[in-house]
């Protein structure tokens, strides 16, 4: 909370602290800000992720939300130099670039040049927080709630909303190196399932909201093929695999119907679901 409660700007900022039932006197803590005029804090019982994200997103009061996880912090100046690059461009999205720290000890993380885009791929990390977006974008739009990797939510629909995407060289964002979270402990849990569903989900939701299964889209779609067998693999099952391979090529008849790609380095999975060849796409999703 220091962290971004500190922040220099010339930009007006209003945090929303959500307190989703944490156990461990987080809600003692964030005591302390509640007299701070641009400080709203939500109690709430535990949502996850997900829950949390989507009911701060209900007091958005200005024109671009930024996302900070309960662990990390923003970096000092992160404000301005994401709004300056915001306001400079009319920009949907600004990124930066962020470092990692673990036991106190920063280290270098992923450092952007300064780009302005219409294509996410590539360009854009695909977790939700180091950027500032466009607070209109969620009007329509929520986090899906009960998975893991809910964030599959940037790059499959949100970045498709957008059409001016900037990346900037500045650090913005502080990352934790946590042994206990998601991305290290998921190898082998069942809930590594959730990354189907959650593709599902989000392919229905896309569905829903209207938006053209672009090319763009259908690209995005073959690259969380490979992810979710990555993912799903490590449950060492292959009953389990060829279900996930069937409701893959399911999904891609349902919302792909005359799509191909151009990509050559995604033709290979693309027609092993059009074959319906559980071998090859096994074998090219663990490449």
Same mark, same amino acid.
């Given at each position: 909370?220091? %962290?971004i409660i500190?922040?220099q700007?010339?930009y007006r +900022?209003?945090?929303?602290a959500?307190?989703d039932? /944490?156990?461990?006197? /987080?809600r003692e803590i964030?005591r302390k800000?509640e007299?701070?005029?641009?400080?709203i !804090?939500?109690d709430?019982e535990?949502?996850?992720?997900?829950?949390a994200?989507?009911s701060?997103?209900? #007091?958005i009061?200005?024109?671009?939300?930024?996302f900070?996880?309960?662990?990390?912090k923003?970096?000092p100046?992160?404000i301005?130099?994401?709004?300056d690059?915001?306001? @400079?461009?009319e920009?949907?999205?600004?990124?930066?670039?962020?470092k990692?720290?673990?036991n106190n000890?920063? &280290?270098?993380?992923c450092r &952007? $040049?300064y780009?302005?885009?219409?294509q996410c791929q590539? @360009?854009?990390?695909?977790f939700?927080?180091g950027?500032v !977006?466009r %607070?209109? @974008?969620?009007?329509?739009l929520?986090?899906?709630e009960?998975y893991?990797?809910?964030?599959?939510?940037?790059c +499959?629909?949100l970045?498709?909303?957008c059409?001016k995407?900037v990346?900037?060289?500045?650090d913005?964002y502080?990352?934790?190196?946590n042994?206990?979270?998601? /991305?290290?402990?998921?190898v082998?849990n069942?809930k590594?399932?959730?990354?189907?569903?959650?593709t599902?989900q989000?392919l229905?939701?896309? @569905?829903?909201?209207?938006?053209?299964?672009?090319?763009?889209?259908?690209?995005?779609?073959?690259r969380q093929?490979?992810m979710?067998? /990555?993912? !799903?693999?490590?449950? &060492?099952? %292959? %009953?389990?695999d060829?279900?996930v391979f069937?409701?893959t090529c399911?999904?891609?008849?349902?919302?792909?119907?005359?799509? #191909?790609?151009?990509n050559p380095?995604l033709k290979?999975?693309e027609?092993a679901?059009? $074959? &319906?060849?559980?071998?090859?796409?096994?074998v090219?999703?663990?490449?």
């Amino acid at each position: 909370m220091d %962290s971004i409660i500190n922040q220099q700007t010339k930009y007006r +900022f209003l945090v929303v602290a959500v307190n989703d039932g /944490s156990p461990d006197g /987080s809600r003692e803590i964030l005591r302390k800000y509640e007299s701070l005029a641009n400080v709203i !804090i939500i109690d709430q019982e535990n949502k996850g992720f997900s829950g949390a994200r989507n009911s701060g997103l209900k #007091h958005i009061r200005a024109k671009y939300v930024s996302f900070v996880d309960s662990d990390d912090k923003m970096m000092p100046g992160a404000i301005e130099a994401m709004m300056d690059a915001a306001v @400079k461009n009319e920009a949907d999205i600004v990124e930066g670039s962020y470092k990692t720290f673990y036991n106190n000890e920063e &280290h270098d993380g992923c450092r &952007h $040049e300064y780009t302005v885009t219409d294509q996410c791929q590539g @360009k854009l990390f695909g977790f939700p927080w180091g950027k500032v !977006i466009r %607070s209109t @974008k969620f009007q329509s739009l929520c986090f899906p709630e009960g998975y893991w990797f809910e964030d599959t939510l940037f790059c +499959f629909i949100l970045y498709s909303m957008c059409t001016k995407m900037v990346t900037i060289p500045d650090d913005v964002y502080l990352y934790r190196i946590n042994p206990k979270g998601i /991305s290290s402990t998921s190898v082998g849990n069942p809930k590594v399932i959730d990354s189907l569903l959650v593709t599902l989900q989000l392919l229905e939701d896309a @569905k829903t909201l209207g938006l053209p299964m672009t090319a763009q889209f259908y690209d995005m779609f073959l690259r969380q093929v490979r992810m979710n067998y /990555s993912r !799903i693999s490590t449950l &060492h099952d %292959s %009953s389990i695999d060829r279900r996930v391979f069937a409701a893959t090529c399911r999904a891609k008849r349902q919302y792909f119907p005359t799509e #191909h790609t151009s990509n050559p380095h995604l033709k290979p999975i693309e027609q092993a679901l059009d $074959e &319906h060849d559980f071998g090859k796409y096994c074998v090219l999703c663990s490449i």
